[in-house]
């Protein structure tokens, strides 16, 4: 599902655009955000409003806990970001009020913490940032601002400086000569932080004055910025809740949420014997918002379906299962090998590499007609699942699926279940 994240700049901090509107308090592993989360909606879509600088403008640019702000977009469960600025125009064709739909931008900033990766404990993390803001965000809002004849320029290099002083002339004329567009004091941090966290993000500037760098022209003061920007307020807003409404591309958000999933599973090679590369989900188990994520694909694909039970195989099914019970208010029974439950049960035996083994379920766990989806964290060779589909058959049930967190698509599982239906969140192959 969709929610939008909305980063106010200068004059947009707290705009009256959301219905139902409710603040929200929270906390982060990096402080406090810069505001309360207001939550409400926009023409029926979920948005999360956040003031950058308070809704006092209280904290300057480099006092702003960009880190905080992110993560708590984030964590409310933004899939995407869209923030508004003010910004100095460093040519002469963007004027007073024009939009600029930011495509790059040049970090000057000095004191600033920019990474969410301050440790490489778990290995080295380098972000590409070649193109720092979403390119299909970046089209609706370009395509949006022309809908509406807002005056618009449809790429913009920012360079976001320290601040909270304004330029030098000198400066001003450097940042030119440099390839910038525009200059402001917020844009970068953000861009980087949520480019670590991989939400989509987009920025629309507004043009509120010339910096220092125009001959003849008023240097840029505070008042001017304001005066400019609350004239122009609501060309902004009209942005923002007509390109919220086109936001809708449910396939780009789950390829991104698999992703993040994907890199949370740790890889541990030759274990437990050489030649093995085993997939580690206890990393993913630890992150609160990415185990979120894995149920959340998991409820969106099964929700609908006509499913009277889940079923966990023991014993990482248990996890996902469970979760994924409660969050479809579903009953969730037990499989388990040989001898761990205490009831009455009925058994399956499976062939392994060496060997058989057993697994069993409590005759009570399924009804005839009962409709079980089977939930495990890793479909290999299909041997345990389909003993698992065999169980729920004995006992009159009829297998509704197969859900699994990960793949592995040169074991050839998928084969052996052929007659059920499969649905996995990632794959490992070839590795």
Same mark, same amino acid.
């Given at each position: 599902m969709i929610k939008m994240g909305i980063i106010g700049?200068?004059?947009?901090?707290?705009?009256?655009?959301?219905?139902?509107?409710?603040?929200?308090?929270?906390?982060?592993?990096?402080?406090?955000?810069?505001?309360?989360?207001?939550?409400?909606?926009?023409?029926?879509?979920?948005?999360?409003?956040?003031?950058?600088?308070?809704?006092?403008?209280?904290?300057?640019?480099?006092?702003?806990?960009?880190?905080?702000?992110? *993560?708590?977009?984030? %964590? $409310?469960?933004? =899939?995407h970001i869209l923030a508004t600025t003010a910004c100095g125009s460093l040519r002469e064709e963007i004027g007073r009020g024009d939009l600029v739909i930011l495509d790059q931008f040049i970090d000057f900033t000095r004191h600033r913490s920019i990474t969410f990766h301050e440790s490489f404990e778990n290995g080295p993390v380098h972000t590409p940032m070649a193109m720092p803001f979403d390119e299909k965000l970046r089209k609706i809002l370009v395509e949006t601002a022309n809908e509406l004849n807002l005056k618009n320029h449809a790429r913009g290099t920012v360079i976001t400086i320290e601040g909270p002083r304004f330029s030098t002339k000198a400066e001003s004329k450097m940042f030119q000569n440099w390839g910038a567009d525009v200059i402001n004091m917020s844009i970068a941090p953000e861009a980087i932080l949520a480019k670590e966290m991989k939400i989509p993000y987009a920025a629309v500037a507004m043009s509120?004055?010339?910096?220092? *760098?125009?001959?003849? %022209? $008023?240097?840029? =003061?505070?008042?001017?910025?304001?005066?400019?920007?609350?004239?122009n307020a609501e060309k902004v807003t009209q942005l923002l809740v007509k390109s919220i409404e086109k936001i809708d591309d449910k396939r780009d958000i789950q390829k991104n949420v698999r992703e993040r999933i994907k890199e949370k599973i740790r890889t541990v090679p030759h274990w437990p014997k050489p030649g093995i590369m085993f997939r580690d989900i206890t990393t993913l188990i630890k992150d609160p918002v990415a185990f979120d994520e894995v149920i959340m694909l998991f409820a969106e694909h099964y929700q609908n379906q006509k499913i009277d039970k889940i079923a966990g195989i023991e014993s990482r099914g248990f996890i996902f299962g469970a979760a994924l019970a409660h969050k479809l208010n579903l009953p969730f029974v037990l499989i388990r090998k040989k001898g761990?439950?205490?009831?009455?049960?009925?058994?399956?035996?499976?062939?392994?590499?060496?060997?058989?083994?057993?697994? $069993?379920?409590h005759k009570d766990a399924v009804s005839s007609g009962d409709s079980v989806l089977i939930i495990d964290d890793l479909l290999a060779t299909g041997g345990t699942a389909s003993a698992a589909c065999q169980l729920v058959e004995k006992l009159g049930g009829k297998v509704a699926g197969l859900g699994f967190v990960i793949d592995l698509p040169e074991l050839k599982g998928r084969e052996k279940l052929s007659s059920y239906s499969v649905f996995n969140l990632v794959e490992f192959e070839g590795e």
């Open positions: 700049g200068s004059g947009l901090d707290n705009p009256q655009i959301l219905q139902d509107a409710v603040d929200k308090e929270v906390e982060t592993p990096f402080g406090r955000p810069s505001s309360p989360l207001k939550i409400g909606k926009i023409n029926g879509r979920e948005v999360v409003l956040l003031a950058r600088h308070g809704r006092e403008h209280q904290f300057p640019p480099t006092q702003v806990n960009y880190r905080a702000n992110i *993560w708590a977009l984030k %964590e $409310e469960g933004c =899939t509120t004055d010339y910096d220092c *760098w125009k001959e003849g %022209e $008023e240097t840029v =003061t505070w008042e001017q910025i304001l005066d400019i920007f609350h004239k761990k439950l205490p009831a009455e049960t009925v058994s399956q035996e499976y062939a392994l590499e060496y060997g058989r083994d057993t697994i $069993e379920m």
